[in-house]
């Protein structure tokens, strides 16, 4: 009997140590798992106003989703199966995420889901979802307010426009930074210097390197009046060819055109401070009279506008990048802020029909004056006093004015 | 005809574009057409590198002041071509990276042009100081009202500005520096960039508009606008 009862006893010890070595096959081992919660309510909806090609899939978060360190859910898996085929991991995301988009999809073909909350040796999974197909729509009802803001605007432009070409007068306010391109231009001309014409380091793509070369070509039709020198140094090919039409069309219409030289444009480098320190060079070396910073600038602004200034040049900046803006603001004579750059072509041009879209720009000045005063107003009494109606407007203008 | 092709492809890309915003099937469009551009930049870029060599050539070629320093522009340029055509001390064959470890390119890249772009970049910091030296010089009201705003911003990042009014009681703690600092940062300051910012999309409507309708065409080379 001892020994039957020995017998056991080192069966049993035997049987309990190569348990430890392979946790795997008895079943109390589970319980070393981090077991967690699913994800519940899993959706998948059509992504509205899409090409049909994006579904939405939400759900809410496993109960064991916790912030902090202790977290037993490390993130979650989502699956997708295509017209009943076999599930298909597609993503894996972050703890505390309940929603994602599932974009590349096809129309027609019926998509089902099911997500799964993953700790580090366990995955919960959720219920899967109906078959869903995206779907296509035509218009895009989420920006019915942009489209009616771009509307008004465009429509209020358009207006000015056709109405400054029937020969009313139009007032517009002068701008410093453009009545002193001709002194600065006549300063160039009586020093016998050239004049520095820099139009940022952005390609033709950017809407201020077109605005900096539609001021170049008023500013060039002046220096060929003067018959006075201008360099062009630039840092992208494709603005070095629109700029010496630019120039050249505009010698010609100064009935000059012998006088320019595609010399006057060059190409220096499609690198930010390789050009910088070419352009840098040329400001210390040329000495020009005048310099015209105007177009897309970046952590390069005061570096030129510095150089420029140390060698005693009249320099006008203008860009529509507010960061940049105290830098040229401090180092330049003028500065165009932001909008004054756009509107210097036809300022410039003095044409009734460029300084008429000037005043339809005006119209959407007056909405957003209007929408800030009144969105001020109701915003602060509506809280102060409680009425909800001064609330609901703040709500209304809050929503009319947000691009989702 | 040379000037109406270019003016209606304008109309219908600016258009196309500005439909696509509010119409989804069109919502790649955009992608799309910047693709385009950037082939045609491609392009271009050889125009830009034929200029750059041409200007050079002729300056040594004259003799012209400084001509010294377009040997260096040249060397550099076609060293860099070499090393990145033949893709010279690349461990592998042809097909592998430009830039993988121990190529010449790479080596170039990382031991020459990086320092010297750095070292523009690092001019910053002496312009940053002679810029504010004369920006917050208080010539007149505006400019002491910077300076007195930049003054308590400067405090206000500093551990000397929380000890310096740390007295103030708490009911008045908006006049402690650092909630002065930030209540300039994010009140006047947010407030100023907000209205350059309406101010800019207006702007771009407007000269957006112009280009789009034919108004605006000194782009184009055409100064009859």
């Known amino acids: ?404 | 005809m040379k000037r109406q092709i270019p003016l209606l492809i304008t109309f219908f890309v600016g258009t196309l574009l500005i439909f696509s915003v509010f119409i989804p099937p069109m919502e790649n469009l955009g992608e799309n057409f910047t693709l385009f551009f950037d082939i045609i930049a491609v392009f271009a870029f050889f125009l830009g590198g034929g200029n750059l060599m041409r200007v050079h050539f002729m300056k040594l070629k004259k003799k012209k002041t400084d001509w010294q320093f377009s040997i260096v522009t040249l060397l550099g340029f076609f060293v860099m071509l070499a090393a990145g055509i033949f893709k010279i001390g690349n461990s592998g064959d042809i097909s592998t990276s430009l830039t993988v470890e121990g190529s010449m390119f790479q080596t170039i890249y990382l031991n020459v042009f990086v320092p010297l772009g750095s070292t523009m970049y690092a001019l910053l910091a002496f312009f940053v100081a002679s810029a504010s030296y004369r920006a917050f010089r208080a010539k007149n009201k505006e400019a002491t009202i910077l300076l007195v705003a930049s003054f308590i911003i400067l405090l206000g990042s500093t551990p000397f500005g929380t000890i310096m009014t740390s007295w103030i009681p708490d009911q008045l703690s908006i006049m402690e520096i650092p909630n002065l600092a930030v209540w300039i940062m994010s009140s006047p300051n947010l407030a100023g960039q907000r209205a350059i910012l309406i101010g800019i999309g207006l702007g771009v409507v407007s000269i957006s508009l112009r280009l789009i309708l034919g108004l605006e065409r000194t782009y184009l080379g055409d100064d009859s606008a």
């Open chain 1, 1 to 404: 009997m001892k020994f039957i009862l020995s017998l056991f006893s080192i069966i049993f010890l035997f049987v309990n140590i190569s348990s430890q070595d392979n946790p795997e096959s008895f079943p109390f081992v589970d319980s070393s798992k981090i077991t967690i919660a699913p994800p519940t309510s899993v959706i998948a909806e059509d992504f509205k106003y899409d090409n049909a090609e994006k579904l939405s899939i939400t759900w809410i978060p496993s109960i064991d989703d916790q912030i902090g360190d202790n977290n037993k859910v490390k993130g979650y898996k989502i699956y997708r199966i295509t017209d009943g085929g076999q599930p298909e991991l597609i993503a894996e995301i972050l703890p505390g995420s309940n929603n994602y988009l599932d974009e590349g999809l096809e129309e027609n073909i019926w998509y089902s889901y099911f997500v799964s909350s993953i700790s580090d040796n366990f995955e919960a999974r959720s219920n899967t979802t109906e078959s869903v197909t995206p779907k296509r729509e035509w218009l895009n009802f989420d920006l019915k307010f942009l489209f009616l803001i771009a509307l008004i605007i465009s429509s209020s432009v358009i207006y000015y426009i056709r109405h400054a070409s029937k020969g009313k007068k139009l007032f517009v306010r002068k701008i410093a930074g453009l009545e002193a391109v001709d002194d600065a231009i006549g300063r160039a001309t009586e020093m016998g210097r050239p004049i520095l014409f820099i139009p940022g380091i952005h390609d033709m793509d950017d809407v201020q390197t077109l605005a900096a070369i539609t001021i170049l070509g008023n500013v060039a039709r002046q220096i060929a009046d003067y018959d006075t020198k201008i360099r062009m140094p630039v840092s992208r090919s494709l603005v070095m060819t629109a700029a010496r039409e630019t120039i050249k069309a505009a010698y010609q219409t100064a009935g000059r055109p012998d006088a320019y030289s595609d010399d006057m444009v060059n190409y220096i480098t499609d690198e930010q401070f390789g050009y910088v320190a070419a352009v840098d060079g040329i400001m210390v070396r040329e000495k020009p009279a005048t310099i015209f910073l105007l177009g897309a600038f970046f952590a390069e602004s005061l570096i030129l506008a510095e150089t420029g200034n140390s060698i005693g040049a009249i320099q006008i900046a203008g860009t529509a990048r507010p960061a940049q803006l105290p830098f040229f603001i401090a180092a330049c004579d003028f500065t165009l802020i932001g909008e004054e750059l756009f509107a210097a072509s036809a300022y410039l041009s003095g044409e009734p029909k460029m300084l008429g879209s000037l005043k339809g720009q005006d119209i959407g000045k007056g909405i957003a004056m209007a929408a800030i005063v009144v969105g001020v107003l109701s915003a602060t009494f509506g809280e102060i006093w409680d009425v909800q109606f001064l609330l609901d407007i703040k709500q209304y203008l809050l929503q009319f004015f947000t691009v989702r």
